[in-house]
């Protein structure tokens, strides 16, 4: 049986859960360690200045840390702001060629948010992704928190409230957060 064109290229949302900002290398690859469950996270660093530098995916962040040049470079002069996410949404239903236990964030949807965010952002220091747009329709909402994980606060500022890729137009539309006054 043919696949439909819409089953093909369905819309994905996507909520993802950030947390820091965390000022050195060290402490965030200390916390994000703790995540280390098996739980596959994304990861984000962003010049104190607000420009964008790096955009990862791991399911391993003690061995991604302790083997990764580019990480492991910002570290060393600590002229960052780390930040790492958790996807908090159900996967999308039915069957995938990357589909993993409904349970925990499924490794398609982390892969199109790494994508899109990278392709949306152009970080810096990314070599790979950078042209390669999402395969589907994506709506990624990012909610940020405190290190704690208990209070919301305002996120980076080049990572926007809402980001949206039209995979028929080829066009991102984002909504940042008012920056002024309190959440």
Not at 78 to 87: L, M, P, R
Request: hydrophobic share 30%; with cysteine; proline share 4%.
């Amino acid at each position: 049986m043919a696949r439909t064109y819409w089953n093909e290229k369905a819309s994905l949302g996507i909520c993802i859960d950030w947390f820091g900002p965390y000022k050195t290398f060290k402490k965030f690859k200390s916390d994000i360690e703790c995540e280390d469950v098996g739980t596959k996270v994304l990861y984000f660093a962003e010049c104190k200045k607000g420009s964008p530098i790096y955009v990862g995916l791991t399911e391993k962040a003690s061995g991604r840390f302790n083997n990764h040049p580019i990480m492991q470079g910002l570290g060393e002069n600590d002229s960052a702001n780390y930040w790492f996410g958790v996807i908090n949404s159900q996967g999308k239903s039915g069957r995938r060629t990357k589909k993993e236990n409904t349970r925990k964030s499924t490794a398609a949807d982390l892969d199109q948010a790494e994508r899109a965010l990278i392709n949306w952002l152009s970080p810096k220091r990314n070599k790979q992704k950078i042209t390669s747009h999402p395969g589907q329709t994506v709506s990624i909402y990012n909610r940020f928190f405190t290190k704690k994980k208990a209070n919301p606060r305002r996120g980076p500022k080049s990572l926007p409230t809402l980001l949206l890729y039209n995979w028929i137009s080829d066009e991102y539309t984002s909504v940042f957060h008012k920056r002024s006054g309190k959440l």
